[in-house]
């Protein structure tokens, strides 16, 4: 079973910053693909950032320049600088770990999703 437990998440004024964390646990080999998605009010779950293995990242055009996302293989966690936050940016965030289990099977896990708010 995987895990994903997400932290850091809150209520920031419009131009602040915010920094999410995820942790993965459980039993696995690796973790091939950390994301961040996000999804507000009456809209469709949307990918924020993603990181493989390797450290190949994957931004919205929305977060650009804005978001930054890193990890820690050694530590199993990712990790998501926001910075100049948007009202728009407000959603509940989740993390998403795809585990590889053995050589043949992957697993994706979710976490429970982090609220953030930007409002003045």
């Known amino acids: 079973q995987v895990q994903l437990v997400e932290s850091g998440g809150g209520l920031v004024q419009p131009g602040g910053s915010l920094r999410l964390s995820c942790v993965v646990s459980?039993?696995?080999?690796?973790?091939?693909?950390m994301g961040w998605y996000r999804q507000a009010p009456g809209k469709q779950r949307e990918l924020v950032a993603d990181?493989?293995?390797?450290?190949?990242?994957n931004y919205a055009e929305s977060v650009k320049g804005r978001f930054t996302i890193s990890r820690d293989n050694a530590k199993n966690t990712a990790t998501l600088q926001m910075n100049n936050l948007k009202p728009e940016d407000t959603a509940l965030y989740y993390c998403?770990?795809?585990?590889?289990?053995?050589?043949?099977?992957?697993?994706?896990?979710w976490g429970q999703g982090t609220q953030v708010t930007v409002s003045s």
């Open positions: 459980g039993s696995f080999f690796s973790i091939d693909v």
């Open positions: 990181v493989s293995s390797g450290g190949n990242t």
């Open positions: 998403r770990a795809v585990a590889r289990l053995n050589l043949m099977n992957t697993y994706a896990a």
